[in-house]
T-cell receptor, first 113, second 113 residues
């Protein structure tokens, strides 16, 4: 069954640690996205990719980085986590061509102490 | 810049009531508008997608309307059930920015038995 996987689902770490949030998909979609969502707030796009070796920054300034070496994999890395990075991170995919819906993973809830 | 606003932020109704959720957006240059459902700690599930040329879409007890010229959409839920309790998010696909999406902050709905 086609799906989107995010690991870990929950992560509590100390300040200064390097972390990588994983997102993988079996949807076969070219487009992938990372959103950040604080409780009760709207989703903010932080990174997106339209295909292998394509990555762009979104509207919300983020200290994270992403890579897209394989179609199905779109990891997000924080080199040095800070309490301000505490949030929910949602990965999504979409078909090339635009105008279609996006499909969301279950999210990773990150807490930085 | 496209801004999406949802009113009310929270809504509590008794089971069986019909209800309307509101969404407004500032720029009518959209490709489509979508309504999503988000359960606590989970990702988003697409409920209805309305293309910019359409006026409404229906799925079961849900009906979404779109008035692009006035920048408004409504989500009508008929005969609400406790299982409808969730946060409902409105998102527009931005026509001039590779169809990327802008989200509202959502309406948190509670349906009491």
């Amino acid at each position: 069954e086609a799906d989107i996987y995010q690991t870990p689902r929950y992560l509590v770490i100390g300040t200064g640690k390097k972390i990588t949030l994983e997102c993988s998909q079996t949807m076969g979609h070219d487009k992938m996205y990372w959103y950040q969502q604080d409780p009760g707030m709207e989703l903010h796009l932080i990174h997106y990719s339209y295909g292998v070796n394509s990555t762009e920054k979104g509207d919300l300034s983020s200290e994270s980085t992403v890579s897209r070496i394989r179609t199905e994999h779109f990891p997000l890395t924080l080199e040095s986590a800070r309490p301000s990075h505490t949030s929910q991170y949602l990965c999504a995919t979409g078909l090339a061509g635009g105008g279609d819906t996006q499909y969301f993973g279950p999210g990773t809830r990150l807490t930085v102490l | 810049k496209q801004e999406v606003t949802q009113i009310p932020a929270a809504l509590s109704v008794p089971e069986g009531e019909n209800l309307v959720l509101n969404c407004s957006f500032t720029d009518s240059a959209i490709y489509n508008l979508q309504w999503f459902r988000q359960d606590p700690g989970k990702g988003l599930t697409s409920l209805l997608l309305i293309q910019s040329s359409q006026r409404e879409q229906t799925s079961g007890r849900l009906n979404a309307s779109l008035d692009k010229s006035s920048g408004r959409s409504t989500l009508y839920i008929a005969a609400s059930q406790p299982g409808d309790s969730a946060t409902y998010l409105c998102a527009v696909s931005v026509l001039y920015n590779n169809n990327d999406m802008r989200f509202g902050a959502g309406t948190r709905l509670t349906v009491k038995p």
